[in-house]
């Protein structure tokens, strides 16, 4: 995912780290590169990997919108 800027992919890295983790069906690692943030997920099925992006597809979105809000004032 690309953010406009490196502070507000640094905030969304910080936000997103605790949530990366591992399971018993998938493992997850997340890396900043300047404004780009990547999240690897690996599933043991396709049912897992797809909670799995789910959840973190939503927490992205919701961070880019409070990103927006916040930027805008």
């Excluded at 969304?12 to 069906?25: D, F, K, N, T």
């Excluded at 997850?28 to 300047?34: C, E, L, Q």
């Excluded at 897992?48 to 880019?64: C, D, F, K, P, T």
Aim: net charge neutral; proline share 3%.
């Amino acid at each position: 995912m690309k953010f406009p800027r490196e502070e507000d992919a640094e905030a969304a890295y910080v936000a997103l780290e605790p949530e990366i983790g591992h399971s018993r069906r998938f493992r997850a690692r997340i890396r900043r590169d300047g404004c780009i943030i990547v999240i690897d997920v690996d599933a043991d099925d396709l049912s897992a990997l797809r909670a799995a992006l789910n959840s973190y597809l939503r927490w992205v979105a919701m961070i880019e919108k409070l990103q927006k809000l916040i930027n805008a004032s």
